[in-house]
């Protein structure tokens, strides 16, 4: 976690943390030019992700049969949002942190003039899927397994 982290708390990117006197009760990590970082990170990280899935078969199997499906539909892949939401994680799940956290988010991209944010969230994580719905985020597409989900901000 933290190689990856690592790659994206550069310029450009923030992590916003919830707490509660001494306790973090959570924390978001966002900022411009993700989808690039995460190419990156991809290529430098080949030998980790590998090691990963020999080591995780059935995960792997998975995913790799999700790509290739993917690639064999071959729909059209929009361009996100050059702001995007990387992660949101919360010590505790429905108390409202990952809402605080969103809204923190949103604000701040406002203030730097973005005109939308967006994120990717896995297809089967239907409470961080409504979570973002109700926040006012819509689905733009669906790849192998997530939506990606976006929200205009007013000017």
Not at 18 to 47: N, S, W
Not at 48 to 59: A, F, G, K, Q
Not at 93 to 113: D, T
Request: aromatic letters at 8%; glycine letters at 8%; one cysteine or more.
């Amino acid at each position: 976690l933290v190689s990856y982290y690592g790659h994206f708390l550069t310029d450009g990117a923030e992590i916003t943390l919830a707490v509660h006197g001494d306790a973090v009760l959570g924390f978001a990590v966002y900022g411009r030019q993700l989808p690039a970082r995460i190419a990156a990170f991809k290529k430098t990280a080949a030998c980790d992700i590998l090691m990963t899935s020999i080591r995780n078969p059935v995960i792997a199997s998975r995913k790799l049969l999700s790509t290739v499906l993917a690639r064999l539909a071959a729909k059209p892949v929009l361009a996100p949002a050059d702001f995007l939401l990387l992660s949101i994680a919360v010590a505790k799940p429905r108390c409202g942190v990952g809402g605080h956290l969103l809204r923190h988010l949103c604000i701040g991209a406002q203030l730097l003039h973005e005109s939308a944010v967006g994120l990717y969230v896995n297809d089967d994580n239907t409470n961080a899927i409504n979570a973002y719905f109700a926040a006012g985020f819509v689905m733009r597409q669906h790849l192998r397994d997530q939506f990606y989900m976006e929200k205009h901000l007013g000017k």
